[in-house]
Protein backbone atom coordinates (compact mmCIF):
# COMPACT_ATOMS: atom_id res chain seq x y z
CA UNK A 1 0.00 0.00 0.00
CA UNK A 2 1.56 3.72 -0.67
CA UNK A 3 2.22 5.46 2.33
CA UNK A 4 1.20 9.35 1.69
CA UNK A 5 4.64 11.61 2.31
CA UNK A 6 3.78 12.83 5.79
CA UNK A 7 0.72 14.88 4.86
CA UNK A 8 -0.52 18.24 7.05
CA UNK A 9 -4.40 17.65 7.65
CA UNK A 10 -7.27 20.24 7.28
CA UNK A 11 -9.92 19.05 9.58
CA UNK A 12 -13.44 20.44 8.96
CA UNK A 13 -17.22 19.83 9.56
CA UNK A 14 -19.72 20.98 6.93
CA UNK A 15 -23.51 20.66 6.11
CA UNK A 16 -26.23 20.31 8.75
CA UNK A 17 -24.26 19.88 12.02
CA UNK A 18 -25.13 16.53 13.97
CA UNK A 19 -23.90 15.50 17.40
CA UNK A 20 -20.60 13.71 17.60
CA UNK A 21 -18.61 16.11 15.33
CA UNK A 22 -16.72 17.34 18.13
CA UNK A 23 -15.65 14.00 19.11
CA UNK A 24 -15.11 13.31 15.35
CA UNK A 25 -12.71 16.52 15.30
CA UNK A 26 -10.57 15.79 18.33
CA UNK A 27 -10.11 12.28 17.26
CA UNK A 28 -8.74 13.32 14.24
CA UNK A 29 -6.78 16.31 15.95
CA UNK A 30 -5.25 13.27 18.61
CA UNK A 31 -4.44 10.56 16.14
CA UNK A 32 -2.73 13.15 13.77
CA UNK A 33 -0.59 13.99 16.48
CA UNK A 34 -0.12 10.55 17.54
CA UNK A 35 1.09 9.34 14.01
CA UNK A 36 3.37 12.77 14.48
CA UNK A 37 1.41 15.04 11.61
CA UNK A 38 0.42 18.19 11.57
CA UNK A 39 -3.32 19.16 11.46
CA UNK A 40 -5.38 22.42 11.05
CA UNK A 41 -8.74 23.31 11.45
CA UNK A 42 -10.64 24.74 8.92
CA UNK A 43 -13.40 26.90 10.42
CA UNK A 44 -17.08 27.26 8.57
CA UNK A 45 -16.76 24.44 6.34
CA UNK A 46 -16.40 25.25 2.50
CA UNK A 47 -17.28 28.61 2.90
CA UNK A 48 -14.01 29.00 5.95
CA UNK A 49 -11.69 27.57 3.15
CA UNK A 50 -12.30 29.69 0.37
CA UNK A 51 -11.66 32.65 3.43
CA UNK A 52 -8.80 31.08 4.71
CA UNK A 53 -10.48 30.53 8.06
CA UNK A 54 -7.65 28.25 9.14
CA UNK A 55 -5.82 27.89 12.43
CA UNK A 56 -3.38 24.96 13.64
CA UNK A 57 -4.35 22.51 16.27
CA UNK A 58 -2.30 21.36 18.77
CA UNK A 59 -3.65 17.96 20.95
CA UNK A 60 -4.77 20.61 23.98
CA UNK A 61 -6.95 22.72 21.51
CA UNK A 62 -9.41 19.53 21.50
CA UNK A 63 -9.99 19.04 25.39
CA UNK A 64 -13.57 19.46 26.82
CA UNK A 65 -15.51 19.04 23.60
CA UNK A 66 -16.12 15.50 23.10
CA UNK A 67 -19.15 15.71 25.27
CA UNK A 68 -20.44 19.07 23.29
CA UNK A 69 -23.06 19.09 20.34
CA UNK A 70 -22.71 21.16 17.74
CA UNK A 71 -18.88 21.86 15.93
CA UNK A 72 -16.50 24.03 17.18
CA UNK A 73 -15.21 24.28 14.04
CA UNK A 74 -18.78 25.63 12.70
CA UNK A 75 -20.34 24.66 9.42
CA UNK A 76 -21.84 25.86 6.41
CA UNK A 77 -23.65 25.09 3.33
CA UNK A 78 -21.27 26.45 0.64
CA UNK A 79 -22.74 28.10 -2.77
CA UNK A 80 -18.96 29.59 -2.76
CA UNK A 81 -17.44 25.62 -3.32
CA UNK A 82 -19.93 24.99 -5.81
CA UNK A 83 -18.35 27.25 -8.58
CA UNK A 84 -15.16 26.89 -9.83
CA UNK A 85 -13.54 30.12 -8.56
CA UNK A 86 -14.52 28.95 -5.01
CA UNK A 87 -12.64 25.69 -5.44
CA UNK A 88 -9.48 27.34 -6.75
CA UNK A 89 -9.69 30.11 -4.02
CA UNK A 90 -9.98 27.46 -1.39
CA UNK A 91 -6.92 25.46 -3.05
CA UNK A 92 -4.91 28.55 -2.67
CA UNK A 93 -6.09 28.40 1.31
CA UNK A 94 -4.64 25.51 1.77
CA UNK A 95 -1.44 26.07 -0.12
CA UNK A 96 -0.94 28.70 2.36
CA UNK A 97 -1.49 27.11 5.25
CA UNK A 98 0.59 24.55 3.76
CA UNK A 99 -2.59 21.63 4.43
CA UNK A 100 -1.96 19.00 2.04
CA UNK A 101 -4.86 16.36 2.65
CA UNK A 102 -8.35 17.34 3.96
CA UNK A 103 -10.71 15.08 6.44
CA UNK A 104 -14.19 15.84 5.82
CA UNK A 105 -16.89 15.46 8.24
CA UNK A 106 -20.19 15.94 6.66
CA UNK A 107 -23.20 14.01 4.31
CA UNK A 108 -23.79 13.55 0.67
CA UNK A 109 -23.14 17.87 -0.48
CA UNK A 110 -19.70 17.27 1.47
CA UNK A 111 -18.70 14.66 -0.64
CA UNK A 112 -19.72 15.63 -3.47
CA UNK A 113 -17.88 19.26 -3.33
CA UNK A 114 -14.41 16.67 -2.35
CA UNK A 115 -14.84 14.33 -5.20
CA UNK A 116 -15.06 18.13 -7.71
CA UNK A 117 -12.08 19.54 -5.39
CA UNK A 118 -9.63 16.19 -5.90
CA UNK A 119 -10.45 16.28 -9.41
CA UNK A 120 -9.80 20.03 -10.09
CA UNK A 121 -6.84 20.23 -7.86
CA UNK A 122 -5.77 16.92 -6.39
CA UNK A 123 -6.53 17.04 -2.75
CA UNK A 124 -6.61 13.81 -1.12
CA UNK A 125 -9.81 13.83 0.93
CA UNK A 126 -11.07 11.01 3.50
CA UNK A 127 -15.11 11.43 4.48
CA UNK A 128 -16.42 10.92 8.10
CA UNK A 129 -20.15 10.64 7.88
CA UNK A 130 -21.60 13.33 10.10
CA UNK A 131 -25.17 13.95 10.13
CA UNK A 132 -28.33 13.07 11.91
CA UNK A 133 -30.21 11.37 8.96
CA UNK A 134 -28.63 7.98 8.21
CA UNK A 135 -28.60 8.22 4.82
CA UNK A 136 -24.85 7.09 3.23
CA UNK A 137 -24.34 4.18 2.21
CA UNK A 138 -21.31 2.69 2.91
CA UNK A 139 -22.04 2.97 6.93
CA UNK A 140 -24.77 1.30 9.25
CA UNK A 141 -24.98 4.69 11.42
CA UNK A 142 -24.01 7.92 10.71
CA UNK A 143 -22.23 9.96 13.10
CA UNK A 144 -25.37 12.12 15.35
CA UNK A 145 -27.92 9.40 14.26
CA UNK A 146 -27.89 8.17 17.54
CA UNK A 147 -28.35 10.95 19.66
CA UNK A 148 -30.89 12.62 17.20
CA UNK A 149 -33.00 9.20 17.79
CA UNK A 150 -32.72 9.33 21.05
CA UNK A 151 -33.74 13.03 21.46
CA UNK A 152 -36.81 11.94 19.27
CA UNK A 153 -37.63 9.39 21.58
CA UNK A 154 -37.58 11.16 24.69
CA UNK A 155 -39.51 14.23 23.19
CA UNK A 156 -42.13 11.46 22.04
CA UNK A 157 -42.28 10.04 25.18
CA UNK A 158 -43.34 13.05 26.62
CA UNK A 159 -46.35 13.68 23.85
CA UNK A 160 -47.37 10.09 24.98
CA UNK A 161 -48.20 11.82 28.33
CA UNK A 162 -50.61 14.36 27.32
CA UNK A 163 -51.93 12.43 24.13
CA UNK A 164 -52.96 9.85 26.52
CA UNK A 165 -54.20 12.32 29.13
CA UNK A 166 -56.17 14.12 26.66
CA UNK A 167 -57.81 11.09 24.04
CA UNK A 168 -55.34 12.61 21.50
CA UNK A 169 -54.21 11.99 18.41
CA UNK A 170 -50.84 12.92 17.53
CA UNK A 171 -48.68 13.28 14.43
CA UNK A 172 -45.17 14.00 14.99
CA UNK A 173 -42.55 15.33 12.44
CA UNK A 174 -38.98 14.28 12.59
CA UNK A 175 -36.22 15.15 10.21
CA UNK A 176 -34.34 12.82 7.77
CA UNK A 177 -34.62 14.91 4.88
CA UNK A 178 -35.69 12.23 2.20
CA UNK A 179 -35.20 9.17 4.39
CA UNK A 180 -37.34 7.16 6.75
CA UNK A 181 -34.55 6.14 9.34
CA UNK A 182 -35.15 8.74 11.97
CA UNK A 183 -38.95 8.14 11.48
CA UNK A 184 -39.09 4.15 11.82
CA UNK A 185 -36.02 4.11 14.54
CA UNK A 186 -37.78 6.63 17.01
CA UNK A 187 -41.09 5.41 16.15
CA UNK A 188 -40.39 1.81 17.41
CA UNK A 189 -38.49 2.81 20.31
CA UNK A 190 -41.41 4.81 21.50
CA UNK A 191 -44.46 2.17 20.53
CA UNK A 192 -46.00 4.63 17.68
CA UNK A 193 -49.02 3.04 16.05
CA UNK A 194 -47.88 3.89 12.58
CA UNK A 195 -44.96 5.59 11.03
CA UNK A 196 -44.86 7.74 7.71
CA UNK A 197 -41.69 7.42 5.45
CA UNK A 198 -40.77 8.20 1.84
CA UNK A 199 -39.24 4.14 1.22
CA UNK A 200 -42.86 3.28 1.73
CA UNK A 201 -45.50 4.17 -0.36
CA UNK A 202 -48.45 4.80 1.88
CA UNK A 203 -51.61 6.56 1.28
CA UNK A 204 -53.64 8.98 3.35
CA UNK A 205 -56.19 6.17 3.24
CA UNK A 206 -53.90 3.52 4.21
CA UNK A 207 -53.33 5.77 7.42
CA UNK A 208 -56.62 6.16 7.86
CA UNK A 209 -57.73 2.25 8.15
CA UNK A 210 -55.16 1.76 10.40
CA UNK A 211 -56.49 4.36 12.82
CA UNK A 212 -59.32 3.40 12.17
CA UNK A 213 -59.02 -0.59 13.42
CA UNK A 214 -56.69 0.63 15.94
CA UNK A 215 -60.12 3.16 17.67
CA UNK A 216 -61.95 0.00 18.29
CA UNK A 217 -59.15 -0.40 21.86
CA UNK A 218 -57.29 2.90 21.68
CA UNK A 219 -58.21 6.22 22.66
CA UNK A 220 -54.96 7.91 21.49
CA UNK A 221 -52.16 7.30 19.27
CA UNK A 222 -48.83 8.75 17.93
CA UNK A 223 -48.30 8.70 14.44
CA UNK A 224 -44.39 9.67 13.46
CA UNK A 225 -44.20 11.35 9.67
CA UNK A 226 -40.89 11.44 8.36
CA UNK A 227 -40.33 15.03 7.19
CA UNK A 228 -39.63 13.42 3.49
CA UNK A 229 -42.90 11.86 3.12
CA UNK A 230 -44.55 11.69 0.03
CA UNK A 231 -47.78 12.24 1.81
CA UNK A 232 -46.62 15.66 2.94
CA UNK A 233 -45.02 17.00 5.93
CA UNK A 234 -47.42 16.19 9.45
CA UNK A 235 -49.48 19.09 8.73
CA UNK A 236 -50.48 18.26 5.39
CA UNK A 237 -51.38 14.80 7.11
CA UNK A 238 -53.22 15.77 9.99
CA UNK A 239 -55.47 17.85 7.86
CA UNK A 240 -56.40 15.19 5.51
CA UNK A 241 -56.89 12.54 8.08
CA UNK A 242 -59.22 14.95 10.11
CA UNK A 243 -61.34 15.40 6.40
CA UNK A 244 -61.79 11.67 6.86
CA UNK A 245 -61.94 11.29 10.66
CA UNK A 246 -63.80 14.93 11.43
CA UNK A 247 -64.31 13.50 14.96
CA UNK A 248 -60.69 12.97 16.04
CA UNK A 249 -59.09 15.27 18.26
CA UNK A 250 -55.86 15.72 16.58
CA UNK A 251 -52.76 17.60 17.06
CA UNK A 252 -49.20 18.28 15.39
CA UNK A 253 -45.80 18.68 16.88
CA UNK A 254 -42.92 19.23 14.46
CA UNK A 255 -39.55 18.09 16.24
CA UNK A 256 -36.90 20.18 13.56
CA UNK A 257 -34.17 21.41 14.69
CA UNK A 258 -34.29 20.21 17.67
CA UNK A 259 -33.00 16.57 16.89
CA UNK A 260 -29.44 18.32 15.81
CA UNK A 261 -28.63 19.70 19.16
CA UNK A 262 -27.07 17.95 22.31
CA UNK A 263 -24.50 15.99 23.98
CA UNK A 264 -24.09 13.26 21.76
CA UNK A 265 -24.86 9.13 23.13
CA UNK A 266 -22.36 6.82 24.32
CA UNK A 267 -22.91 5.44 21.04
CA UNK A 268 -21.86 8.57 18.67
CA UNK A 269 -18.73 9.60 20.67
CA UNK A 270 -17.24 5.98 20.19
CA UNK A 271 -18.42 5.98 16.36
CA UNK A 272 -16.87 9.07 16.05
CA UNK A 273 -13.71 8.54 17.87
CA UNK A 274 -13.13 5.31 16.06
CA UNK A 275 -14.03 6.88 12.69
CA UNK A 276 -11.70 9.52 13.27
CA UNK A 277 -8.58 7.56 14.30
CA UNK A 278 -9.86 5.54 11.36
CA UNK A 279 -9.62 8.39 8.56
CA UNK A 280 -5.98 9.86 9.51
CA UNK A 281 -4.65 6.05 9.30
CA UNK A 282 -6.27 5.90 5.87
CA UNK A 283 -4.94 9.16 4.61
CA UNK A 284 -1.12 8.17 5.82
CA UNK A 285 -2.16 4.87 4.06
CA UNK A 286 -2.57 6.52 0.90
CA UNK A 287 -5.74 6.86 0.46
CA UNK A 288 -8.58 8.92 -0.86
CA UNK A 289 -11.91 9.41 -2.09
CA UNK A 290 -13.10 7.73 0.45
CA UNK A 291 -15.91 7.65 3.49
CA UNK A 292 -14.89 5.78 6.46
CA UNK A 293 -17.82 4.01 7.94
CA UNK A 294 -18.45 1.11 10.06
CA UNK A 295 -20.67 -1.93 9.04
CA UNK A 296 -20.58 -5.14 11.44
CA UNK A 297 -18.84 -3.28 13.60
CA UNK A 298 -15.87 -3.12 11.07
CA UNK A 299 -13.72 -0.19 9.81
CA UNK A 300 -14.44 0.21 6.07
CA UNK A 301 -13.70 2.74 3.46
CA UNK A 302 -16.29 3.49 0.59
CA UNK A 303 -15.96 5.36 -2.22
CA UNK A 304 -17.55 8.57 -2.37
CA UNK A 305 -19.43 8.30 -5.27
CA UNK A 306 -21.38 4.96 -3.99
CA UNK A 307 -21.62 6.40 -0.41
CA UNK A 308 -23.93 9.12 -2.00
CA UNK A 309 -25.44 7.48 -4.61
CA UNK A 310 -26.18 4.32 -3.27
CA UNK A 311 -29.65 3.71 -1.06
CA UNK A 312 -29.34 2.25 2.34
CA UNK A 313 -32.65 0.60 2.54
CA UNK A 314 -34.56 1.10 5.88
CA UNK A 315 -35.36 -2.10 7.39
CA UNK A 316 -38.18 -3.96 6.62
CA UNK A 317 -37.98 -6.32 9.75
CA UNK A 318 -37.98 -2.99 11.58
CA UNK A 319 -41.39 -1.97 9.82
CA UNK A 320 -42.92 -5.36 10.56
CA UNK A 321 -41.95 -5.09 13.87
CA UNK A 322 -43.56 -1.73 14.62
CA UNK A 323 -46.74 -2.79 12.81
CA UNK A 324 -46.67 -6.01 15.12
CA UNK A 325 -46.18 -4.38 18.40
CA UNK A 326 -48.77 -1.93 17.63
CA UNK A 327 -52.28 -4.34 17.92
O1 LIG B 1 -29.24 16.77 6.81
C1 LIG B 1 -29.58 17.12 8.11
C2 LIG B 1 -30.86 17.90 8.15
O2 LIG B 1 -31.14 18.21 9.49
C3 LIG B 1 -32.05 17.22 7.50
O3 LIG B 1 -32.65 16.25 8.32
C4 LIG B 1 -32.95 18.40 7.21
O4 LIG B 1 -33.80 18.14 6.11
C5 LIG B 1 -31.96 19.49 6.88
O5 LIG B 1 -30.72 19.10 7.43
C6 LIG B 1 -32.33 20.86 7.40
O6 LIG B 1 -31.38 21.76 6.94
P1 LIG B 1 -31.18 23.23 7.51
O7 LIG B 1 -30.53 23.12 8.85
O8 LIG B 1 -30.30 23.87 6.50
O9 LIG B 1 -32.53 23.82 7.63
Do not use: W
Amino acid sequence: MVIMERPHIGVFTSGGDSPGMNAAIRAVVRAAHYHGLRVSGIEGGYDGMIQGRIRELGVRDVSGIIQRGGTVLRSARSKGFLTNEGRAQAKASLDRAGITALVAIGGNGTFAGAIAFDKEHGVATIGLPGTIDNDLYGTDRTIGFDTAVNTAMQAIDRIRDTASSHDRHFFVEVMGRDTGFIALTSAVASGAEYVMVPERMQTIDDLTDALREEAASKSSSIVVVAEGDEAGGAFAIARAVKERMPDRDIRVTVLGHLLRGGAPTVADRILASRLGVAAVEALLAGERGKMAGEINGEMVLTPFQMAIDKRKDLSGELLRVLSILAI
